[in-house]
């Protein structure tokens, strides 16, 4: 079946720098991903998402890169703020039902050190 | 929190009783679901809905039911609760359609004793 999932579940970084979080997925025919962020006591909140024709994908701090050949997802954070601080997601959504189940990774907690 | 209330934020009950989730959106989206988010697992798909009176299952949906005679209410019940059913649970909508990002409530904990 399908599975995504997060290379780290924990990652620290001192502040100013820039963070990277990793993600593989084992579906080949998932085409749409999607990076969430969850800070403490509230729900996931979209951040980025790209789809399977695009191997790269800007935000503002945020880049998005594919590598469908070895089915990796990741998240990069440029000039990593306290507010980064928080649990991150990837998902993978829309590729099997007219519903859209979106199947999510175990999450990579985010600590940012002043 | 992209129009979705979540009721109760907070419950406790009892093994075996039975329970009641709301999930309510203001904006007549068609896309629901409902999650459950325990350590270690992430975010689990519990039950889904595509309209009224239009649901499946998702991954982890026994124990579970759900109804969806509005659009706007998106209910998640748990017909006899189990200590393994201690989770918080979240609601959400995909108001771009069935392959778009999710928007998600607050959610609710719960916890069974």
């Known amino acids: 079946g399908e599975n995504v999932g997060l290379h780290l579940p924990t990652l620290s970084v001192q502040e100013g720098d820039n963070s990277i979080i990793n993600c593989a997925y084992s579906?080949?025919?998932?085409?749409?991903f999607i990076w969430y962020k969850q800070e403490s006591g509230k729900g996931p909140q979209f951040i980025i998402d790209?789809?399977?024709?695009?191997d790269k994908r800007q935000g503002q701090r945020v880049t998005v890169l594919l590598n469908k050949t070895v089915k990796h997802l990741s998240l990069q954070i440029a000039a990593t703020q306290p507010g980064d601080s928080a649990v991150y997601f990837c998902?993978?959504?829309?590729?099997?039902?007219?519903?859209?189940?979106?199947?999510f990774g175990d999450g990579t907690t985010l600590t940012v050190k002043p | 929190d992209a129009g979705i209330t979540q009721s109760p934020r907070h419950k406790v009950t009892e093994t075996g009783t039975p329970v009641t989730l709301r999930c309510h959106q203001t904006?007549?989206?068609?896309?629901m679901y409902w999650y459950r988010q325990d350590p270690g697992h992430g975010l689990r798909l519990i039950h889904y809905?595509?309209?009224?009176?239009?649901?499946d299952k998702g991954e982890v949906s026994d124990g579970y039911s759900v109804s969806r005679s509005k659009t706007e209410d998106f209910l998640l019940t748990l017909e006899s609760a189990t200590s393994s059913q201690t989770s918080v649970y979240f609601c959400?909508?995909?108001?771009?359609?069935?392959?778009?990002?999710?928007?998600f409530g607050s959610g609710t904990q719960l916890s069974v004793l």
């Open positions: 998902a993978e959504s829309g590729f099997n039902t007219n519903a859209g189940k979106s199947t």
């Open positions: 579906n080949s025919a998932s085409d749409y």
């Open positions: 790209i789809r399977s024709n695009m």
């Open positions: 904006e007549n989206h068609r896309y």
């Open positions: 809905s595509y309209g009224v009176k239009d649901t």
């Open positions: 959400a909508i995909k108001p771009g359609g069935p392959n778009e990002k999710l928007f």
